[in-house]
């Protein structure tokens, strides 16, 4: 049976005054897709083929609807008018006319007015459809995990999806997959909404007019000549195997990757090293001193969770005792790693090899003429360090390959390799320098060599080097086929498009950095008739396996005797095939890294090409949730911007959102300006992912095209230039005001911190923490909270600004996403947001990542204002929002310091019957229009846990309540629990003498609370920076403090 | 016989006093009968001979009113999104309109109880219309908080009532108080204006030309005669109203004020709330009688009964509460910086020279502190255009007052990270001008049918007037009482 | 001067105002009274594809609600039995009844003569298994954002009997109680007055005993009831 | 001014009273004393203001609507802060924001208001109860020239179910008071 609250969810707030009483079959049908599905797949092709004219039928009924809110969304042409006016807020929101469910409303709302609702409005009378034969393991209303893996550039981020009814609805990280380390990142967690898209092709095409799957496979079947095919970065045993056979079937046939981010300059740096293609994995656990040149390894490349996890465990400071790391760093634009530095040092990316050769000379490696410009002390420091401490150096991926030789030689001369550094054979299937690959690609396509093209998941017309044309190569191919998600630039200039099943949809396996291999899993029938690459490749083999077929069959022949179906489910729970991780390798570096030519940084101006944080290179254009999700630090929305540091917006007399023309030799673009503080001086960072024009609904037209001036040879940096242009571009950021000591903010004391010196010689009462003597005084007997009292600590230290949290909420929380225009006049609606401060000088700031959510006052000042107490406390000492409560009057948010919540100022939650509302959390109330809604502690999870124990007659654990945020965080920052329970984490956290909490002087006495910041500056370069302090006299606070 | 309206304004005005036989020295009326003929005269107009002025300024407020209509009807289907609010500023337009409407109410119900407890019988003149703006600016501003609701149709959940949830109100909020406040300020209201007018509704029933208004009034009238037993009881039932409505009056605007003084923001979380609110309630309240009165003598040719005398005391109040108000924007300065908090000095320095609306600011403290300087000459108070002219810009500056304290403070409050912008939208202002449409309509409507001036309440003063002697006597008292 | 107004005037002014006062209030009543009742479809009886009686099963037959209704003791949802637990006794007993059509409608194999071609070309009305799904109307249907959870109040003592009233007497379904927030608050408040010995959950012809507030207050310790977090309104709203 | 010394006593129907019309308060105030004098209880004066005094020329009591006030002001204030310690403290406590549940100080305004709300309607609908109005149809209406009353005349009644009420009598009792016009009034 099926009364699932999801179909509650999908009639939405019925109570709301929407009219939703019309086609409770509908609502009903579509959990049945939900429940029809079983994770087992033993259901007949029929059922399949009822989902797909169920969702044709929907896409037509609702299509339209689901179209205009998504319209409001995306930058339409009557958007891009909205925008050039002055004042854009002046007129009214983009909105249709009154259609039928508006009026409904209306007229519902209106006699609601006359206090007649309750009579007038029948109930609607729903259905409840029981299964025929109930699957035994499914409990209606209980979520089922299933382990599965995402890949992100093709290597597998470890999953846990949580399903309901056959449902999928949630991602969390695979605690036992090594890339995820039980965490997961804003793009994993949003693959699900990728998934569940209704922008995604649902038909094969032919020259762009429909067709379908049979008349593909005849046309394959007929194919000859030669055939090429292009992939991205594969590590899938499994299609490796799959190319490989069609590779010796077919003469002449040959396989090319090409992924946007790719390992090129890795291998090709281990070349010169150690003349083999080997890649290091760092073992951060072990470094005391760590130097990264231009190395994101925190937030970026296949290892970034397991990097993040291992450098923060070396950064969680609680008391006196505890030691930490030190992060020496030089980069050209400030990253998520920049922010967490010691030591940090805005560089072009271009001058870094002259600062690794002097380092490497430094440590005795060759000799270098060389002198970057460096503050006093700073190299005798690093040197001192590394010589000294267990260090390691990191080269960024989007430094040339002799940055990584160098690092390679200085590791091996401080001893850093088989310590912090070990040697690998790659991951990847086919390890190649895929710059290469895809010029021999477009020159065997040019020369009329490739009879038939098969484009694998890649999408080459719009992330392939600009200066290769790949378009226009493609038009010498007679065959060309494009297997993707999306109807994307490639698929509308090839002559075949295959809709391609999402990962969560088909079977498949991949590797994560260290070679560990993940079985994917799917979690539903192809919702839109996806297919899987391994489906396609088979009609080139002549056969109709399916995915099924082939993964079962290949692993049938490589797992190693033993009962194979033991072995199966097995690797199936937990996600991940045992001991096939590559082990360490043997490599001496070779000692003639130093006589390549150096190449010196041109001292222009200089284009630094990057992925976008959110949407990464183009994969997640279409992503509402990622598009809506601040990127770290610009806190910037639905737009890619050229960063250019404050020194140079000074001298080209350039303000944010002023529009400059970039040129790069005969190719340039205009690109709106956002001034980022800590930029390198001379760098202009340009955020690729944007510019799409089928990307979708969502993606189209958003942004400009970064491509666009990016060469194969270079692919990451290149000097040009810049003119300023008359334009002006509205660029929408969540946050105004960061910098610490502009007007008014110096001595709020809002973030706080200092170096591990300071805590150190203060560890009672470290001043920099309780700057202001905060005497309690209250009027009134407190209430006790003597059962549970939910709290969390969200430690500065490691917060490294991810985002992770932030999707993870939004995925848990059913929260909506309102579009550019919305969030322009300030109505974002993510519950918690990640709020960057800058500390010191704008040239090269600290960097503060404060996560604010609800704090969850015990005297929350948002509830005695509340008239209808739709805001109150329960036993547990929860801030509790009752949305069905709410009127809307908006006086909490008023009253709130912290401004943590968010108002339905129109309808935002998706209402419609349409393939979205399958990605509902059946478990949390979707809000309408006119309420007020905030963080829950993920209410529901503490209630089911609750629930849960109270069945058993026990208590709560520790550890059984996980909030969404928590579990996503990379770093652990996040820590929730029970505050009464003396054991548990949160309880012990609290207690070390770094705990403050925000705004503590207004008595507001949070349950949230944070860790102030600690640095370890090198003790010869400890400029005591520490924030919230008072100017003087911190300690004495401290000693105060002690006094009562 | 009632003279008509045409021919009172076409006589000159010493003629006009001969008509109706005033003694223009001891501005006393020989005949009390006149009272009725010069007061009553619009309201026995028969419907198809209303003057064409009418008409027209009716038509007028009745489109203004259909755009209130429109704007409400479009906030309903599409939700408070079409204002300019947002996070931080989750209060806009609205709520400054609800203050500024709630506010210029003040001045009738203060006219009509306190001056009547002070013996202030110049008040008789302008009580009446003076309670009529009371309660349609009541009405105003009570539509306000309603649809400033996310989701208005559930307003009734504020009244306490057994319902099927087992709940109440929450009523530690000010918002629930403004509930309470504001419903009884209304009915109270209406009641004492009805009250008041019983007594002329009969002597309308008595004289009206047409048998529809003898039934019409006559109905209102409940059947008045007038029979001393009933004087006596209604004067005392009277007197105790007054007694009552005069702290009612100072609650309401001090409760109004608490939506602002209880929460804890910097720039609404000040003592000094309470009486400035009032202070400024009476202030843009005797503004708008101001606007009202000047062309309503002219018009209706009540130049004889609501005197200069009339207009000089009201800008007289208007003159001391607005000095009040002035210093009430001292005292917010000084608390800002006496208080050493951060964020309270940094409300301050944003609200008088923030970059982005420190404008504001300095319209009001013109509007508010330098407009009403004038006032100190006699010339200027006994010059209608200067007195209108004034009044006008008072009431504009009030409303930016609001503006300043519920709009710019919420932009920039506590956590930098949330500070943000407010701009209003078409909507803001289409429901503020439809707003002003709603009261004209009503007023107009009061102006045709319901005697301006407290008739019964004018014979009697007359009558007392002509034993003390010499009314400018009585002017200098009250001058002093004031 | 002569009257405007008749003598009786004067009455019928006295009597249209109390008489407005008495319509008004009998008004006022008569709506709470339908919109709490009447359209909550409190004792109202809803039509199901089959008259299914939970009389003869649960009454005269005698069995166990959880038969059926299996996850009621782990789950929030009491489950609707799937096809299957019919047929394992309909499978023979009553079988093709006509009353019984949509269950065999909605049945995934063919029963010779009762839903097979075979009976189909004799003639008789009978429909083709997985012709069409069952679809029972729902009965208890409380708001979107309310999550009542069955586990929790069944293994705290809190009888079916107590909300779903003497089902094991019901011909048909119907809503027993009015369901409201009001209503649920009432135990919420103060269990005391309803919980049950747990063995006594499942048994519908319970009678509240004399002592029930002694008895309850000794329950409510007994199960660790958490009276504080009862009325709590994050107890059922997320 | 003219004094009628023969009034019409055309009247048919039974008769309610004796009516005399006057010009000035004055004069009725003179004119109410002295009819009382001569031991008159049920007369009443019309007037179209209020006349001060009058009452006690007439001899009515004072009106202790005062006192009816203040008990329901009382009972407004009871009900005000009952209602809201009931439902706080007894009905339904919450924790809301950490803040006491009888926090009284928060109850003062709604207090004060149901105070004021009580106290006000009394005071006006107990004066038209007590003044048993609405009363559309009253014989008074019959008196001529009534209509007046509300204007500028001054009327001053004898009624008829006075113990000693004598149609004579009160005629000349009324002449002597100088009246603009004297008219029996029936029922």
Redesign the interface.
Known sequence: MNIDKSREILSGAREFGSDLSSSAEEKFELTVIGVAEEPEFDNTAESVQVIRERLAELDQSEGKTYWRSLEELSETEEFQAYLEQEFPRQSAPLESGLDRREFMKLLGASLALGGLTACVRPNPQEKIVPYVRAPEEIIPGKPIMYASAITQNGYAQGVLVENHNGRPTRLEGNPSQPGSMGSIDAQTTAEILRMYDPDRSKEVLQGGSSSDWDSFSEAVSSLDGNIAILTGTVTSPTLASKIDAVLNARSGAKWYQYSPQNADNVLAGSEIAFGSWIVPQYNFEEADIVLSLDADFVNSGPAKLKYARAFSDRRRVRTGEDTMNRLYMVESTPTSTGAMADHRLPMAASAVEGFAREVAAAVGLGSTDSHAALPDGWMDALVDDLTNHASVVVAGDEQPPIVHAIAAAINEAIGAVGRTVTYHKPAMAKPEIQSESIKFLVDDMNSGKIDTLVMIDSNPVYDAPADLDFAAALDNVATSIHLGLYNDETAVRSSWHVPQANELESWGDARAFDGTISIIQPQIQPIYGGKSPLEVLSLFLGTADTAYDSIRAFWQSAASGGDFNLFWNHVLYNGVVDDTASAPMRARAKSTIFDEPASHGADGIEIVFRPDPNIGSGKYSNSSWLQELPKPFTKLTWDNAALISPKLAEAEGLKSKDVINITVGDKSIDAPVWIMPGQAEKTITLHTGYGRTNAGKVGNGIGFDANVLRTNEHAHFVSASITKTRKKYKLVSTQLHGILESDGIGDRHITRGGTLADFQAHPEHPGFVHPVAHHASDLYDDFEYDGYAWGMVVDQTVCNGCNACITACQSENNIPVVGKDQVAVGREMQWLRVDAYYGGSVDNPEFFSQPVACMHCEKAPCEPVCPFGATVHDADGLNVMVYNRCGGTRYCSNNCPYKVRRFNFLQYAELEENAMALLQNPDVTVRSRGVMEKCTYCIQRIQQAYITSENEDRTIADGDVVTACQSACPTQAIVFGDINDENSEVAKVRKSKLNYGLFEELNTVPRTTYLARITNPHPSLAVASSYGSDSHGSDTHGAEEGGH | MALSLKRLRSLPKGETDRVIGRDARTNQFP???AI?DVVNAPVYVHPLKTPMWWIIGFCISLFFLSIYITSV?YL???????W????????AMPIINFVWWIGIGHAGTLISAALLLFRQDWRTSINRFAEAMTIFAVVCAGLYPIL???????????M?YP???????????????D???IS?YG??SI??W??GL??DL??I???HPYKFG??FY??LA????????????????YL??AA??F??VL?VHS?IS??FA????PGWNNTIMPPYFVAGAVFAGFAMVLILAIPLRKVYGLEHLITMKHLDNSAKLMLATGLFVVYGYGVECFIAWYSGA??E??ML??RVFGSDYGWAFWVLIFCNGVAIQPLWWKRVRYNVWWLFGISIIVSIGMWFERYVIVAIT?TR?????????Y?????DWAMFIGSMGLFCTLFFLFIRLLPTIAT??M??TN?HLSHVGDPSLRYKENEEEL | MPQYFPPNSNAFAKWSIIGGLIFFTLLLTCLAIYVRSYRNRVNVPVSQPIPFSHALHAGELGVDCRYCHTSVEVAASANIPPVETCMTCHSQIRQGSPRLYPLYASWDQAIPGVNDTASLEAGTNAPAPNSERLEWNRVHDLADFVYFNHSAHINKGVGCSSCHGEVNRMEGMWKNEQMSMGWCLECHKAPEKHVRPIDEVFNANYKKPTNQIALGKQLVEEYHINTDKLPQCSTCHR | MSTNSNPVSNSIGELYGIVAQYGSPEAIQAAARKVRDHGYTKIEAYTPFFVPDLDEDLGHKPSRLGFVVLAMGMCGFIFGFGMQWWANVEYYPLNIGGRPLNSWPNFIVITFECTILFSAFTAGLFMLAKNGLPEYYHSIFNTPGFENATRDKFFLCVEADDQNFDTSEVMSVLNSTNPETISEVER
């Open positions: 005949d009390a009968g009725d009807v309903i289907a599409k939700g408070t999104g079409i300019g609010n947002n996070i931080p500023t989750a209060w400033h609701l996310g989701r208005p149709w559930v307003f009734y959940w504020l306490p319902n099927t949830y087992g709940l109440f109100p929450q009523f530690r909020s000010p918002l629930a108080w509930v309470f406040a009884t009915s109270v009641l004492f009805f009250i019983i007594p009969a002597t029933r008595d004289r003898k039934i006559g109905t409940l059947g008045w005669r007038g029979s001393a037993k009933h004087w006596q009881r209604y004067m005392r039932a105790l109203l009552i409505s702290p009612l609650s409760t608490f939506d209880v929460s804890n923001l951060e964020t000095r940094y320095y944003n919420l409050d506590f956590l930098p990270s949330s500070w943000g912008l701009v209003p939208t078409f909507w019964s309440e014979k009697e009558w």
